[in-house]
């Protein structure tokens, strides 16, 4: 079974830095997304961040030009670099995989979520 855990969240001041990790166990299809989800509280969730295997990228429009996703297939990993954080970005995050076998199935799979907390 795959399972995800994330980490690397906590408290940070506005203009401020982190970089969140997920780790991805169990068995890996070849072609998979990576991505973060967020969701603030009396926020509905909203998608952050994706990469392909083939490392495509996109991003949600309020965190372009200060996020960066990334993953290290050897590791089954995905990052999350947050530079320039401001307070709306409190929310926590959450690391999600998607993957397509051969033969037309898709599996979603969550992790457990990381606090994200931009405060002076």
């Known amino acids: 079974q795959v399972q995800l855990v994330e980490s690397g969240g906590g408290l940070v001041q506005p203009g401020g830095s982190l970089r969140l990790s997920c780790v991805v166990s169990?068995?890996?299809?070849?072609?998979?997304?990576m991505g973060w989800y967020r969701q603030a509280p009396g926020k509905q969730r909203e998608l952050v961040a994706t990469?392909?295997?083939?490392?495509?990228?996109a991003y949600t429009d309020s965190v372009k030009g200060r996020f960066t996703v990334s993953r290290d297939n050897a590791e089954n990993t995905v990052y999350l670099q947050m530079n320039n954080l401001i307070p709306e970005d409190t929310a926590v995050y959450y690391c999600?995989?998607?993957?397509?076998?051969?033969?037309?199935?898709?599996?979603?799979?969550w992790g457990q979520g990381t606090q994200v907390t931009v405060s002076s």
């Open positions: 169990g068995t890996i299809l070849s072609i998979n997304v």
């Open positions: 999600h995989y998607e993957q397509t076998s051969i033969w037309g199935t898709t599996l979603h799979y």
């Open positions: 990469i392909t295997n083939s490392e495509d990228t």
